[in-house]
């Protein structure tokens, strides 16, 4: 990883919409240094500061002041214009985050999606190392992912590699269960992640008259017994067949890792394989499905990889 700073650690951090994580990696990807914050839901000026003094409070604890840096943004960035779109955290929508953050940082920075960036971790030493490909789904909030192909991040000609969320549910599934087309915040309508992420499945359980508060507790009703419940997680579990199938089709990776909240409960992962067969044709194999290596943490630290080795992206 000879790209990295003449520091021996490089920081890597995972912007989500309810927290911002930094860690601090040596050459071998090993945290020296690890802190969480709650994402500013305020004005931007808010977030900018935030973030500055994370950073500030890791020179400061480990003695560096030029550490270079890998940025996991959540959303897309408009290569024209520079500035960002992001549906979890508006405040940087229509902003110039890369250049703000350049101008307050005044170091080097590697800027990457915060979803590819745990496809990135997932390829380096995590659940995915040693496959000559592989697809890193997340099923939180939303749903979106990234592609490794030999270890490096395909990113594609918009950088949008990998936003398998906002291809559409098929009108077949939605007409077979009765579900309506949903608004999504990207503007688009009917989008994957409306259904099939950890909040399509709350909203799932809520249009058959279920009132669960989050995906936790609809998935704590299913394995109660619940019928409700139960027809749901049915639903949901073939819309997620179908949309992985999709992937197959599209990509064939070598392996599927998980991520998000959903990727944490274990039952799925027997049960996901026959549903997505069910969406492909006969000689197509579903490929091994699997939970990810270092969960949370893997945008960050997908982050920090970028940061040593800013080719990989």
């Given at each position: 990883m000879a790209d990295a700073a003449a520091s021996a650690i490089c920081y890597g951090i995972d912007i989500g919409g309810t927290k911002i994580e930094l860690v601090a990696c040596d050459a071998a990807l090993e945290v020296r240094h690890r802190r969480r914050i709650a994402t500013p839901q305020g004005?931007?000026?808010?977030?900018?500061?935030?973030?500055?003094?994370?950073?500030?409070?890791?020179?400061?604890?480990?003695?560096?002041?030029?550490?270079?840096?890998?940025?996991?943004?959540?959303?897309?960035?408009?290569?024209?214009?520079?500035?960002?779109l992001s549906a979890?955290?508006?405040?940087?929508?229509?902003?110039?985050?890369?250049?703000?953050?350049?101008a307050r940082l005044r170091r080097p920075l590697h800027f990457g999606n915060d979803l590819q960036c745990f496809a990135l971790s997932e390829a380096h030493g995590g659940a995915a190392e040693g496959y000559p490909s592989m697809f890193g789904a997340i099923l939180g909030t939303g749903a979106g992912g990234g592609y490794c192909l030999h270890g490096r991040l395909v990113t594609g000609f918009n950088g949008l590699a990998g936003e398998w969320g906002h291809?559409?549910?098929?009108?077949?599934?939605?007409?077979?269960?009765?579900?309506?087309?949903?608004?999504?915040?990207?503007g688009l309508r009917g989008c994957v992640e409306r259904y099939v992420s950890g909040s399509g499945l709350v909203a799932l359980h809520r249009h058959f008259g279920g009132e669960a508060a989050d995906a936790a507790a609809v998935l704590a009703l299913a394995d109660a017994g619940d019928v409700r419940a139960r027809e749901v997680m049915a639903i949901h579990l073939d819309l997620l067949g179908h949309s992985l199938a999709k992937l197959v089709l599209v990509l064939d990776p070598h392996v599927i890792v998980l991520g998000?909240?959903?990727?944490?409960?274990?039952?799925?992962?027997g049960v996901l394989p026959a549903a997505v067969a069910a969406h492909l044709f006969d000689g197509v194999q579903v490929p091994p499905i699997v939970p990810p290596r270092f969960g949370g943490a893997g945008g960050a630290r997908g982050a920090a990889l970028l940061a040593w080795a800013p080719t990989l992206s």
């Open positions: 004005k931007y000026p808010g977030f900018l500061a935030a973030l500055e003094a994370l950073v500030a409070a890791a020179d400061a604890e480990l003695g560096l002041a030029d550490a270079a840096i890998g940025i996991a943004l959540p959303g897309v960035r408009d290569p024209r214009s520079g500035r960002q979890n955290v508006p405040a940087l929508t229509g902003q110039k985050v890369a250049a703000d953050l350049q291809w559409s549910v098929p009108g077949q599934l939605l007409q077979r269960y009765a579900l309506p087309v949903l608004d999504c915040a990207c998000g909240g959903l990727s944490q409960h274990a039952p799925l992962y």
